[in-house]
């Protein structure tokens, strides 16, 4: 699972890949301490907050969850990102299983 639920509402970590040809969901990256991330691309450049601010609108395009719900608040310089999803968490939730689930299958 890539997302976990906590008291603010669910964090998804992200592996991030900047500055890449095509933008997109590549797979899961399983780290050594046996975290799984979902790997995405972006075609930004990491500056100047460029690939978080493609990756956040990237998230809500795509789950159809509004932008105002996603927020890096974690590793907003690193490769590994926590994103928190505020908002409904049922509904949220139930959106963004069936996003991964399309998501990882066309993979």
Not at 35 to 47: D, F, G
Not at 61 to 66: C, K, N, P
Not at 91 to 107: G, M, R, T, V
């Amino acid at each position: 699972m890539v997302f976990d639920e906590t008291d603010k509402g669910l964090v998804l970590r992200v592996r991030l890949t900047p500055n890449a040809a095509t933008a997109g969901v590549k797979g899961l990256f399983k780290a050594a301490e046996g975290e799984e991330y979902l790997k995405i691309n972006v075609r930004a450049v990491p500056e100047k907050n460029k690939a978080n601010r493609e990756l956040l609108d990237f998230l809500a395009r795509e789950t159809g969850i509004a932008k105002s719900c996603w927020e890096v608040v974690g590793g907003a310089t690193d490769r590994y990102k926590r994103i928190l999803l505020s908002g409904e968490r049922e509904h949220i939730k139930i959106k963004l299983q069936h996003w991964l689930e399309k998501a990882l299958s066309d993979d």
